[in-house]
Structures are given as structure tokens and as C-alpha cells.
T-cell receptor, first 114, second 115 residues
Framework: AQSVTQLDSQVPVFEEAPVELRCNYSSSVSVYLFWYVQYPNQGLQLLLK??????LVESINGFEAEFNKSQTSFHLRKPSVHISDTAEYFC????????????FGQGTRLTINP | SQTIHQWPATLVQPVGSPLSLECTVE??????LYWYRQAAGRGLQLLFY??????ISSEVPQNLSASRPQDRQFILSSKKLLLSDSGFYLC??????????????FGQGTRLTVV
């Protein structure tokens, strides 16, 4: 079985400051890793994913995450945040094969202050 | 391209009433389909998943059931709603690429309030 721990339930930062949202996972099998973003009263949107290859993955809006197998982490970072980044962020893992039952962390609410 | 539709967007139902939420996927065939629930202030909990027509797996015992009458249709139901069924329900689909899972894509969600 897989599990995901997001270490911070809320992260307040000032606009244009850097941010890191932490995610640790556990699994006895190889997994895929994802970050999803949820804006208020909306569904989840895929932000970025690690399937294989380079351990550093990037999104189109400036976020990046690095897969660290030894530390079983997949932290999300952005060097300079904007007001529009205010949202809930979910880290998730899934098995590579078989029914893809995504296992989510509890989420981190990112609040950007002007 | 693939799209996922989920409706209704919001729903207010009295305790004891039935429930039917529908989800359909377009632009793909034989998707894996999922129902998740997000309770207030909590993460997402997988309720049901389906790998094919008529094949439903339940992750947690509860007052809900799911059905997949067609390849790209997934329905979440209840005969009698409880207050604890309130929450944000999300449908999702995923596929395969080269025999391996792809990422999952989510619908816009249904906000269910049981009163």
C-alpha cells in the first residue's frame, strides 16, 4: 500500500517570495508521483508529474518538483509566487501498473499575501 | 482530446432522499473511472473505481454505491442519504500508455449538501 504525507496544512507567503510545499511518500512498489492544484469550488488540475527519467519536473507556470528516491520525497517549489497561485495543492502517488488508485496527501493550502 | 463531464455542480438534498451523480468521459475508450470524496478540510478519499463495464470495486464501506452501465459512464448513487454524505464529489478517469498507467484527470466536482 502507498501513503502520502504533506507536512504543512497551510503555508502563507508574501507575493514574489519563494515557496516550498513538502511531500513525502511511502510505497513498497515503484510509483508515479503527482502534484494537483485545486482552486476554490473546482476540480483538481494536474500541475506536474514524475513518471520516469529526469528527477526534476517542471510545470508551465513556474512550479517545479524533484523526485528524491532516497528520501522518498517529491517537494514542490516555486522561486517567486503570485497572488493567482493561491489554491490547495495535493501530492499524490499511484502504482505504475494495475488499477491506478491515486493516494492523496491531506493537501496544503497556499495563501499568497500582497 | 479527452474531456470529462460531471453533473450537477451543486446539489442540496434532504436526509433520506436518493442520490444520483453522473460522470461521462469523451474522447477515449475503456478508461479507468474513479469516484472520490473530499470532506470539508480534509484530503481526497477514493470511494469506487472501475476498470471496465460492470466492474466496480469499493474502497470503503458506506452508504453509497456505483455503477458503470456504459464504457464511459460512471454513476454514484445512494438509496437514502445521510448527513455524513455531504461533501465534494469528484469523478476522474485515467488510461494506459504502453501498458502503464497514465495520470488521472478530474471533473469539476459536485458539491453535495445533505440537510
Amino acid at each position: 500500500a502507498q501513503s502520502v504525507t504533506q507536512l504543512d496544512s497551510q503555508v502563507p507567503v508574501f507575493e514574489e517570495a519563494p515557496v516550498e510545499l513538502r511531500c513525502n511518500y511511502s510505497s513498497s512498489v515503484s510509483v508515479y508521483l503527482f502534484w494537483y492544484v485545486q482552486y476554490p469550488n473546482q476540480g483538481l488540475q494536474l500541475l506536474l508529474k514524475y513518471l520516469s527519467g529526469s528527477t526534476l519536473v517542471e510545470s508551465i507556470n513556474g512550479f517545479e518538483a524533484e523526485f528524491n528516491k532516497s528520501q522518498t520525497s517529491f517537494h514542490l517549489r516555486k522561486p517567486s509566487v503570485h497572488i493567482s497561485d493561491t489554491a490547495e495543492y495535493f501530492c499524490a502517488v499511484s502504482r505504475i501498473q494495475g488499477a491506478q488508485k491515486l493516494v492523496f496527501g491531506q493537501g496544503t493550502r497556499l495563501t499568497i499575501n500582497p | 482530446s479527452q474531456t470529462i463531464h460531471q453533473w450537477p455542480a451543486t446539489l442540496v438534498q434532504p436526509v433520506g432522499s436518493p442520490l444520483s451523480l453522473e460522470c461521462t468521459v469523451e474522447g477515449t475508450s475503456n478508461p479507468n473511472l474513479y469516484w472520490y470524496r473530499q470532506a470539508a478540510g480534509r484530503g481526497l478519499q477514493l470511494l469506487f473505481y472501475s476498470v471496465g463495464i460492470g466492474q466496480i470495486s469499493s474502497e470503503v464501506p458506506q452508504n453509497l454505491s456505483a455503477s458503470r452501465p456504459q464504457d464511459r459512464q460512471f454513476i454514484l448513487s445512494s438509496k437514502k442519504l445521510l448527513l455524513s454524505d455531504s461533501g465534494f464529489y469528484l469523478c476522474a478517469w485515467s488510461g494506459y500508455r504502453g501498458g502503464l498507467n497514465t495520470e488521472a484527470f478530474f471533473g469539476q466536482g459536485t458539491r453535495l449538501t445533505v440537510v
